[in-house]
């Protein structure tokens, strides 16, 4: 199993989640978005950051890239993906997933802990887990809130398509626990297939026992093991 | 060929919420202005050659589509002016 994780100009979490891969036992290596993706990968991230200096709307140029049409074509055909943070702007603007993220309700750059709770647990992202859970992982956005006109957005809760809501230690979902304003306390879903997902949180950050304050996220990135 | 200038103003849809022009708004509040609500937009100013006006505005509303705008949170309008 070898994981390709993508590099834009302006990825910068990319080092990050190729290391929280490998303390997994997880072969990762990082592939710079021109030189396409390998010939052979056994699953793509996304990583965070701010590629092309987050230009007219974060994520907007990086979907765009000549890569994604080989990401979308291997989210198709069951290539587990997983976009996180701007690599989730990116997988919404890209169409890998419905809605779109956007300013954060407080138009602050938001640095912090959240707590997510776990909507499915029969998902390769969230094997790990039980429904209900709450788990830790942080988050560093600006552009967080999800978006989604109404009737996309029943079809996304009929479908189960949501993995992860804000919520609060205890898992209740509320304002209060809701960082950004994301409708429905929206922090991940899922694309077409539930091999695909993006979330806003970085799992990356909460795996490493040396540097994090919670390892809750590893569980995400197992879904590549 | 005809030159042309095509503008293409993307804003909001109404009712997504704008945090950048509530605090915009809320900084001119502060600096005594009155007024009763904001809204911003982003405006590109397209210099192009088509064969016609017409042909000048869909080249720029394909723009919009498939880059300038995000359908799932802006509407955007095409102008088109003779350069």
């Known amino acids: ?225 | 060929m005809t030159a042309y200038t095509a503008t293409v103003t993307v804003r909001l849809k109404r009712g997504v919420l704008d945090p950048e022009a509530e605090t915009t708004q809320r900084a001119l509040e502060r600096l005594g202005f009155e007024l009763e609500d904001l809204r911003s937009a982003d405006r590109f100013e397209i210099d192009l050659e088509a064969d016609d006006a017409d042909a000048a505005a869909e080249r720029a509303g394909e723009m919009a589509e498939r880059l300038l705008a995000n359908p799932t949170i802006h509407d955007y309008e095409v102008t088109v002016a003779d350069r």
Do not use: K
């Open chain 1, 1 to 225: 199993m070898t994981v390709t994780v993508l590099q834009f100009g302006g990825s910068n979490c990319d080092r990050d989640a190729v290391r929280a891969l490998e303390h997994l036992g997880i072969d990762a290596e990082r592939r710079w978005h021109a030189d396409g993706l390998p010939a052979e990968t056994d699953g793509i991230v996304i990583p965070g950051g701010f590629s092309y200096g987050d230009y007219l709307r974060a994520g907007a140029m990086a979907a765009r890239a000549p890569v994604m049409e080989e990401v979308r074509a291997a989210a198709a055909d069951g290539t587990p993906v997983l976009g996180v943070c701007n690599g989730a702007q990116i997988g919404a603007e890209s169409g890998l997933v419905a809605g779109a993220f956007t300013t954060n309700e407080s138009a602050r750059f938001q640095c912090e802990p959240v707590h997510l709770r776990v909507e499915r647990a029969d998902t390769p992202w969230t094997a790990a887990y039980d429904e209900g859970d709450v788990i830790e992982v942080p988050i560093a956005h600006g552009e967080g809130r999800f978006e989604i006109d109404a009737a996309a957005s029943e079809a996304l809760e009929a479908d189960d398509r949501i993995l992860f809501r804000y919520c609060d230690a205890d898992g209740a979902v509320t304002d209060a626990a809701n960082p950004n304003g994301s409708t429905g306390n929206v922090a991940g879903i899922l694309g077409e297939r539930e091999t695909t997902a993006v979330l806003m949180p970085h799992p990356e950050r909460a795996t490493l026992p040396d540097v994090a304050a919670s390892t809750d996220g590893e569980g995400i990135l197992r879904a590549f093991a």
